[in-house]
């Protein structure tokens, strides 16, 4: 790839013109483009999740995938799970690791049946 990745693309110029130009995306493209905002939504100017950032991601936007976190306990293990390097935040890659796992283990939902 010859273009370099802005750290926080949704403060660059690059971004506002795809932001722009979503209607000439694919839909995967276009889901891309949803996952990074959505995790921006969350974790703000900081650029990581905090544990209650975290429950409410995935209460409240992954809820047809993940059941809905009430336990502490429960969110204590996902996100020691999740916390790669141990600083107590996850960072865009971390939370991409989540993004990977559920779409993998919802994979076979979505495959067609064969005849």
């Known amino acids: 790839m010859s273009r370099q990745l802005h750290k926080e693309p949704y403060?660059?110029?690059?971004f506002l013109q795809?932001?722009?130009?979503?209607?000439n995306?694919?839909?995967?493209?276009r889901g891309i483009v949803t996952i990074i905002k959505v995790f921006h939504k969350y974790s703000g100017q900081k650029s990581s999740l905090k544990k209650h950032d975290l429950r409410a991601l995935i209460n409240n936007e992954m809820s047809n995938f993940i059941?809905?976190?009430k336990e502490k306990d429960t969110l204590d293990k996902?996100?020691?799970d999740l916390d790669q390097n141990g600083d107590l935040e996850i960072d865009f890659k971390e939370f991409i690791g989540l993004v990977a796992m559920?779409?993998?283990?919802?994979?076979e939902l979505f495959?067609?049946?064969q005849p």
């Open 78 to 80: 996902l996100f020691a």
């Open 67 to 69: 059941m809905k976190i």
């Open 25 to 29: 995306m694919s839909k995967l493209e």
């Open 18 to 23: 795809m932001e722009a130009s979503m209607n």
């Open 11 to 14: 403060c660059t110029e690059d």
């Open 111 to 113: 495959v067609p049946k």
């Open 102 to 107: 559920v779409t993998s283990a919802c994979n």
